[in-house]
């Protein structure tokens, strides 16, 4: 990999992380159309993971800020029921990571086929959430991130987005527009962060052993951060303007493209 394949890797990853068409899938993508094949491919995809983390922290630094300073309050308060509710939404993907992720491995070489199938998931997921009409509630429950934790389990499958599904799940839970979105920001800060520690203490991130540059690492996990702070703040005003169906049409004809070039090949 070199550090141009990189800079494009790491800027797909930004872009596509906090908007609904699944950033590993184009990762996926681009690793095809740029002939880049083997391990290192999800080396790399956990670094410009944790590059967008990054960005999201940067971008929501304010809504962090308020939730360590109520949780450090020692009381019940609402800062200290968001967290729970985070930690709550954190344990299927922590169960699917500590029990599948060699499954989850294996499915990531599964090739285009794969990703458009899950891209057309993604579609029918942000359609129904524009159609659905549910009772909107005031705050997300405790039973409500359970469920969107689920939705975020799920989505480690390349090309099922993680915000797509996250973000649509609780739309149709009857969630705010705005709410939802933080959080379902707010609930990957930990895993990813994690999944890139683990990776690091079991010496899979370093240059030798990934077998990925040091120059392209670098530039990777700087075009990812650059980019996902833009998604970001992008996305947000998105979410509470916008209507997310359109991503829904853009995920159809990635998922056409991917499955066409998977039985060609």
Known sequence: MTWIDALWLGL?????????????????????????KGSDNLTFAVLVHAATVCSTLVVLW????GLFTGVFRFRWNDETQYVA???????????VGVFFKDAVESVFGNGLL????????????????HYAR??????????????????????VMPGLSRSGSTIATGLMLGDKKEQVAR????????????????????????????????????????AAFVSGCVACKWMLRLVQN??????ALYCVLMAAFCIGRSLLA
């Open 242 to 247: 916008g209507k997310l169906v359109w991503f």
């Open 62 to 65: 304010r809504e962090i800020a």
């Open 114 to 129: 794969v990703v458009g199938i899950m891209l057309l998931v993604t579609a029918l997921l942000l359609t129904f959430a």
């Open 85 to 95: 509710k985070i930690f709550l939404s954190m344990i299927p993907v922590g169960i």
């Open 12 to 36: 797909i990853q930004g872009l596509t992380e906090y908007l609904p068409v699944s950033s590993s899938g184009h990762l996926e993508i681009a690793n095809d159309l740029l002939g880049i």
């Open 183 to 222: 959080f379902s920001f707010l609930m990957v800060i930990i895993p990813i962060l994690g999944e890139a520690f683990l990776g690091l203490m079991k010496g899979e991130m370093s240059p030798a052993e990934s077998g990925i540059p040091v120059s392209a690492m670098i530039v990777g996990f700087l």
């Open 134 to 155: 549910p009772r909107k509630k005031e705050t997300i429950s405790y039973r409500d991130a359970f469920i969107i934790g689920l939705a975020q389990a799920c989505a």
